[in-house]
């Protein structure tokens, strides 16, 4: 289960199950939960803890300091959920001192080959990067989003949950959720009707954020005056209390 050419630290807390592939390192601060396989030519250091469960394949940097010319050393940290499938060559890195400390990964998500995340970036639950999605530092990633291939995310954005991005995608702002973009600087090309139907979400609640993103693009408003027409029709569905929250959060602009 371990192979004998693996370096493994002796201060390393893994569980008793965990697999870690030839030639691979772990660092002394790493925490390692039951069942989660490491393959072969992967780097875990840092103070990074990962969770139940998860699949990582060869040639992952985990756990490596930030790119961040003002970090200076600090025991910043990564934490990895559980269930979590994470394949070749990609980079997570720790937090910074200037942030909250910490890079957050959490449950059940499917990343592909060449995936960079940043450092103090957060992501939720069942995110699937496509392959050399690359997120700069500070983004924030809600739950259903899928970023496709070559997607490019600057730093300080945030994208809401069940949004979905065409290959190629340049984000400078922030994505609300529900909503599709593709192109270069990204823009909105609609909701994310299908994804949100094989979700569950009801016929009613797709119909509110239909509105929504009317009200939101189409209205020929401002986006002050389209944040008033929202806050009007929250109380008719809860995806667009959602919605809403979102854009009084939002600190970049959205894509529009």
């Known amino acids: 289960m371990r192979h004998p050419t693996a370096i493994i630290h002796p201060a390393a807390r893994l569980a008793d199950d965990v697999q870690v592939g030839a030639y691979s390192i772990i660092g002394e601060h790493v925490e390692i939960g039951a069942g989660t396989k490491i ?16 699949q990582i394949f060869q040639f992952c940097s985990i756990g490596e300091v930030p790119q961040d010319k003002k970090y200076a050393g600090e025991p910043t940290r990564l ?14 890195n720790i937090g910074t001192v200037q942030d909250v400390g910490v890079t957050r990964m959490g449950n059940n998500n499917w990343v592909m080959a060449y995936v960079h995340v940043a450092h103090d970036c957060q992501v939720g639950n069942n995110v699937i990067f496509a392959n050399s999605t690359q997120l700069a530092g500070h983004v924030i990633i ?7 291939g070559f997607t490019g995310v600057h730093q300080f954005c945030q994208i809401g949950a069940h949004v979905m991005t065409a290959v190629g995608t340049v984000l400078l702002h922030d994505i609300p959720p529900y909503v599709k973009v593709s192109g270069s600087p990204a823009a909105p090309h609609g909701i994310n009707s299908e994804g949100l139907k094989r979700r569950g979400f009801s ?5 509110a954020i239909k509105r929504a993103y009317k009200t939101l693009y189409r209205s020929g408003l401002t986006l002050e005056e389209a944040k008033i027409q929202l806050n009007q029709q929250v109380t008719e569905n809860t995806e667009v209390q959602i919605m809403a929250d979102f854009l009084n959060r939002s600190q970049r602009g959205i894509v529009r």
């Open 142 to 148: 809600d739950d259903f989003v899928i970023l496709g």
């Open 79 to 92: 934490e990895i959920g559980d269930n979590n499938v994470i394949r070749e060559s990609c980079t997570f």
């Open 39 to 54: 393959g072969p030519h992967v780097v875990v250091t840092g103070h990074t803890r990962i969770g139940k469960n998860n």
């Open 203 to 207: 016929g009613d609640a797709l119909a």
